[in-house]
């Protein structure tokens, strides 16, 4: 069965902490995705990668990074996280491009206290 | 700039009724079309899509969903609602096949009553 792992269900970190959300897939997708979901604002994303080293920025970059070194590793980075970075965040990938739709990790729920 | 609106963010039907949950798109070429579906604790699975070809799309477990050009409407249906259908739904588009990324809907949560 294809997958799209996050390392972490559930995640606690203290402002200012650097932290780090990982994704691995193991479908040999070309495209990797960060998205946060919140109530009420559906899933917005964050930042994309189609490439080794290649990335894009969502529609909210700010506050994130990410780093893609290997095709099946996406990282989202936070870098001094923010109370309003609590949210969950769900990797996916894709082929080529949307057309073939997305899959999608389980997510990770991050608390920022 | 692409956007989808997802209408009511609650919808409560009761088993056996009709499930319709509506999505709106705002393109200005042809789109592509997708509806995913989470339950609880689960990321997103799914339910069909829209590529160009037949303007009826039939998915998983009997959901279907038919583009509107004139409406710009994908709106997702069932005939019959089953309490294992509560969950979340979300619409999601693509504006043309060069698009890697899918812009989502605010999402309607359905409630099956007993």
């Known amino acids: 069965d294809v997958k799209v792992t996050q390392s972490s269900r559930y995640l606690v970190k203290r402002t200012g902490e650097k932290v780090f959300l990982e994704c691995v897939q193991d479908m040999d997708h070309e495209n990797m995705f960060w998205y946060r979901q919140d109530p009420g604002l559906g899933l917005r994303l964050i930042y994309f990668s189609y490439d080794v080293k290649m990335k894009e920025k969502g529609d909210i970059p700010e506050g994130y990074s990410v780093s893609r070194e290997k095709k099946e590793r996406f990282s989202l980075i936070l870098e001094s996280a923010s109370t309003n970075q609590t949210s969950m965040y769900l990797c996916a990938s894709s082929f080529e491009t949307a057309i073939w739709g997305y899959t999608f990790g389980s997510g990770t729920r991050l608390t920022v206290v | 700039a692409q956007s989808v609106t997802q209408l009511g963010s609650h919808v409560s039907v009761s088993e056996g009724a009709l499930v319709l949950l509506r999505c709106n798109y705002s393109?200005?070429?042809?789109?592509?079309l997708f509806w995913y579906v989470q339950y609880p604790n689960q990321g997103l699975q799914l339910l069909l899509k829209y590529t160009s070809a037949a303007t009826l799309v039939k998915g998983i477990n009997d959901f279907e969903a038919e583009f509107k050009k004139s409406e710009t409407s994908f709106h997702l249906t069932k005939p019959s609602a089953h309490m294992s259908d509560a969950a979340e739904y979300f619409c999601a588009v693509s504006l043309d096949t060069g698009r890697r990324a899918l812009t989502f809907g605010s999402g309607t949560r359905l409630q099956v009553q007993p």
């Open positions: 393109s200005s070429v042809p789109p592509y």
